[in-house]
């Protein structure tokens, strides 16, 4: 039975991890569908750059990956001392690359004065955040929703791709 990621992970034995995301509902992710016709091949583009935007804000380092018709691998590796030396500054740009955060950490990075119980919410969300950005759960799901949102709207449905 298919267990948890978070379960699975345990950087203390390995930094090292081969993860792989497949598609359902019988949708290619590239290359040529031979049953409709179509050309996919154009996603397998939008899944590297997207990778490797990914790969710029997480402390995950991308090892080897590979894009096939229905299904993709890719190999991380954590860099938790990478992470770990970001400032709490560091670590909110890089989180604000990708979500828009909230109003108070909106407002720490534009430079407004800030009382002590807010900055000290601001370490905590970095805290947080840092950790997230280490995630190889927070990557794939980074990475799975765009190319879904993006396959979606070219094949006129919703859900999971």
């Known amino acids: 039975m298919a267990r948890p990621r978070k379960s699975q992970i345990a950087i203390e034995a390995t930094p090292y991890y081969h993860c792989t995301s497949r598609c359902v509902r019988r949708a290619f992710l590239c290359g040529r569908d031979e049953h409709s016709g179509n050309d996919y091949e154009h996603r ?5 750059h997207r990778m490797l935007l990914l790969a710029e804000v997480y402390a995950l380092d991308i090892c080897a990956y590979a894009v096939m018709s229905n299904h993709y691998h890719i190999v991380l590796h954590i860099n938790a001392e990478k992470a770990k ?3 709490d500054r560091q670590v909110i740009e890089r989180w604000h690359r990708l979500y828009t955060g909230n109003f108070l950490t909106q407002q720490y990075m534009a430079g407004k004065d800030l009382y002590e119980e ?3 919410a601001i370490t905590e969300l970095a805290t947080e955040w840092r950790e997230r950005l280490m995630s190889i759960s927070w990557f794939m799901q980074a990475l799975n929703k765009d190319i879904a949102r993006q396959t979606n709207v070219e094949d006129g449905c919703t859900g999971r791709l």
Do not use: P
């Open 44 to 48: 397998r583009g939008w899944i590297e």
């Open 118 to 120: 807010q900055l000290k």
């Open 85 to 87: 030396a970001w400032t």
